[in-house]
């Protein structure tokens, strides 16, 4: 098992390949957190919690005189609320007298294989019982009756954990939880680069880095989805760290509405890093015998560097987060209409796509927004998911009977969480929008959120999505969410869980999806939200292919891809070749292969000669599909790192193959483009596809090649290479 407890010291160890986290049962019952980094084999580090000699003006438990200790400097393993700590913490829970002082000491503890189910949320799995181990840590606070179970599963092959807590109300009076982080992390010092995602719709997931200073720092959202402004992701390296060595922790939240990612450097110069639903509009009245359960977060270090971190994220996402029978499967290669027609479209448009996809080795069509009620522009009918016969005429089954008489399967879009203000739906049933009573409602793209709170809207959506799905050959479904939520409130909702929405409304999504995921297993889902809106872990756990942004320009792209490989998987990424501006179509694939590829054009407007050169890409679609889907992602030259160039390489597991992308984003003159490789064996000799060249692993890893004059000049200008090893 790689979780210890050492009876005589009180002390935790949790052990991965990689990686130690220690913390221990300390006087009064104190759990003190005192390590987590690159393994180590002992726990010697009694020290460790000594934070400061003397904290003044800070409080101190009163059976420690003033010399003692204090809980506001030492390193505490989950952090509460007005009992002497006053940074950053994650719990805070006020009480049936009115305050909010929270306080919860260690009782007892269980170690066992395997990993328990989240209630009603999204969260890693174990595919058998011996890939991880569980400790579950029960502390109470004895003046209100609030239990707390602290949950740890360790992933010891990957070097990664998940952590969150539960909280249930032992009392006879009801509780207001007004903060539960999921977890909460205290390291020693503040040495560390923090590295965020930021960013807004068709620029999702950009890298931003900043050197920790005192004070609270992270990102936030309060959107009512993970939204693509800040993701749900940090990650610090260490000085001294790079992306190929030296300590990085990576810090995700499976959740897919409002969060706090939050570090806090105190005056001590020690970091506190918590992460969580965001409690600035949250609250949960925990009524007495209720639990609540916090979303999961997961943590990995990794003492490769900030690659080595994100090659553990992959593996791990695919492994133990993505699910169902498309998990493994080959995922077919797309050709979805949206940017070739938006709305305009009939059965005979659609039916010319399929035949020109169908023609050069396309493999599904996706029918996207626009086939239902009276949806002829984006500002009507969503709600009513009624084919509109009109457009199709004789059916949805009489389309889908002639797109698979070519050989190609089907897929739909949906967008459930809205309602539009113009749609029979909405002139029925007023309330089922989100809205509160007496204020103006706001619109989003002309629309409403529907209420998802609420269990008969649930069921009608259910229904009414089965009549298509169920009563269709259809194989694919893309999940849409085109705006945030405002005036969050539930007209079934008493006054006192109102504070509840937002988690109501996530836990409601998560239902629709568990429902429609056990009912349709076959189906491929693909998750979107505006592009990478809802581009999170909690959405992984749903559908193992997220639109990944509505930028679909291959420089854009860049920046936007390279972000999200900080921590999601390349199997994932929804990555379309589209007609947009500025690149050629072989730059455009190769920019999209690093992803779920696929297509997005009119072929109408598609030249011969581009045809033909697409007809080519697709056999590399195949050939390299295993590799990008399943091999480990190394950035060689990531876009942070170099304004004008970018380079990026999949290796497979077994290191017999390799792909190496270049693209020149800005050409400028006298500017040389060398990279080495990373990953390959040293002592093995490739031969490169493209010169029929034979080199070393050691001479591509440490000479690496000299591309400047291999690459075409011009913006935007691409090469890709294959690297296959030889006997
Ligand atoms: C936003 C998505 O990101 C697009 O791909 C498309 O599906 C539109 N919505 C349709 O309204």
Redesign the pocket.
Known sequence: MPIYFYPEKRIFKLDTADSSYIFKIFQENYLVHLYYGKKIPDTNLTKFHDRCVNASFSARNANWGEAGPSVDVMPMEYATNGCGDMRITGLQVRNADGNASTDIRYISHNIYSGKPKLPGLPALYANTDDECTTLEIKAFDKVTGLEATLFYTVFEKYSAMTRSVAVKNTSKKAMEVEKIMSFTLDLPTCDYDLYTLWGRHNYERTTEIRRLAHGIQGVTSRRGSSSHNQNPFMALLREGASEDYGDAYGFNLVYSSNHRCEIEVDFNGSSRVIMGIDDSDFGWHLTPGETFYSPEAVLVYSSEGLGGMSRTFHKLYNTNLVRGEWKNKKRPLLI?N??GT??NFDDDKLLDIAKWAADIGIEMLVM???WFGKRND?KCALGDWIVNEEKLKGGLGHLIERVKALGLKFGI?Y?PEMISPDSDLYRAHPDWCIHVPGRETSLG?TQYVIDMTREDVRDYLFNIMCDVLGNNDIDYI?W?F?RNISEAGSALLPPERQKEFFHRFILGTYDLMDRIVKRFPHLLFEN????GGRYDPGMMYYSPQI?C??NTDSIGRLDIQFGSSLCYPASVQGAHVSASRRTNYNTKKDVAMWGSFGY?LDPAKISEEDKAVIRTQIAGYHKYYDLIHNGDLYRLIPTWADPYKAAWQFVSEDKTQAMVTVVRKHHVRDDSLFVRLKGLDPDTYYRCEENDEVYSGALLMYAGMNLTFAINRGDGQSLALHFEAIE
């Open positions: 979805n949206w940017e938006h709305m996207d927004d626009g984006d879009w967008e793209r893309k849409d085109n979107c939200s505006g592009g639109w942004s509505d997005e």
